[in-house]
């Protein structure tokens, strides 16, 4: 099916290599989808939903994030931008989630690759009216170290953690995991949050005036531009490895999220949508310098070779039915203890879950 696709991708990836491409984007340029800004309309305020309808035989309308949150899809929306066999679609790329929950609020797009507890406020806020169809990424979460001082969980009890997404997953996800582990994330460590990842990157690139360990929680592909530029950086903690220690299902960063008009308006099409999807999921797991030269081309990372370096950590996945159903929903009732605003005020119904 991806095969035109595939081979133009190849074919390009080789060029890149030649024109010296090696060299890992700075932190700077490396997108993270785990931490958008997301702008939402206060639970009180009534929801416009008077946009574009998805309209039976036309192109099923997606969008995607900057980051590991689309990199699955990119097989997919070249291979129809290529005219393959695949179902007709058309694809739109933003920086941040908060341009896309408009758009899809109001029918003015289909489906949209976004962070997992945004698509249970967005259930919420349109009672219902957006639901998830497959989680396309895992965990992108770990924990880096200028040193050799943290080898588990336990060894964080003292540190000082550089961190961003201050009352966001990462934040949820990091006093989680240090809760679980026996240590106080308000008395035990100390946790400063910056306002962008490039500014906790730099703590780790950056030369410093003394030879203090610093300890910081970076998603990916940050976390490969930060070893490429520093090689006395190391990964200390796979935070989707010690989430799964202590909760009973998977981290999970991403979801597919759609609206249930757009798929009652065509269910062969949506359906032949989740077949390709799940095809180009397949590819991105496997042929990564492929991949990795669509995510260049379609902005979705910077560099080809930073993404080609980053693809094995994004746990890339395509989950349906009820593995979605028992991850998704054992990771939204962590994000609801700590914060029910977080997931939209309450846990989604059973009606959330596509296909379950």
């Keep these: ?41 206060a639970a009180s305020e009534p929801v416009d939903e008077t946009g574009g309808a998805s309209v039976a035989g036309a192109p099923l309308r997606v969008a995607g994030l900057k980051g590991p949150t689309t990199m699955g899809l990119v097989n997919l929306i070249e291979a129809s931008a290529a005219g393959d066999d695949v179902g007709s679609l058309e694809f739109s790329m933003y920086g941040a989630a908060d ?33 998830v169809a497959c989680v396309n990424t895992l965990g992108v979460l770990y924990m880096l170290e200028l040193g050799q001082n943290i080898q588990s969980v336990a060894d964080l009890k003292g540190a000082t953690i550089y961190s961003t997404g201050k009352g966001t997953t990462p934040e949820y996800v990091l006093r989680y995991v240090l809760r679980e582990n026996g240590i106080d994330p308000d008395s035990d460590v100390t ?19 003394d030879s203090r360990a610093v300890v910081a929680m970076l998603p990916q592909p940050y976390v490969t531009s930060v070893l490429a530029q520093n090689d006395g950086v190391r990964v200390a903690l796979d ?23 757009a798929v009652e308006a065509d269910p062969a099409r949506f359906a032949q949508f989740l077949k390709d999807y799940s095809d180009s999921v397949g590819y991105a797991n496997t042929e990564l310098e492929a991949t990795a030269a669509l995510c260049e081309k379609y902005g979705i990372v910077a560099k080809a070779a930073l993404a080609q370096k980053a693809l094995p950590a994004c746990n890339i ?3 349906t039915g009820d593995e979605m159903k028992t991850d998704l929903s054992t990771y939204l009732q962590v994000l609801y203890d ?19």
């Design 99 to 131: 341009e896309i929950v408009p758009l899809l609020v109001q029918g003015e797009l289909d489906a949209a690759a976004i962070p997992a507890n945004l698509a249970a406020t967005l259930y919420q806020k349109t009672n219902g009216a957006v639901q």
């Design 239 to 261: 935070m989707t490895g010690e989430w799964g220690k202590v909760a009973d299902g998977k981290l999970v960063t991403g979801v597919l999220a759609v609206r249930k008009e």
């Design 317 to 319: 996945v395509f989950e």
């Design 338 to 356: 700590a914060d029910p605003a977080s997931v939209g005020g309450a846990l989604p119904g059973d009606d959330f879950y596509y296909g379950v």
């Design 191 to 209: 946790i400063e949050f910056k306002s962008e990842a490039t500014e906790v990157a730099a703590l780790l690139t950056e030369p410093t005036t």
């Design 1 to 41: 099916m991806f095969k035109k696709c595939l081979s133009a991708a190849l074919a390009a990836a080789l060029l890149l290599s030649l024109a010296g491409c090696g060299a890992p984007a700075p932190a700077s340029s490396a997108p993270a989808a785990s931490e958008p800004a997301v702008s939402e309309p």
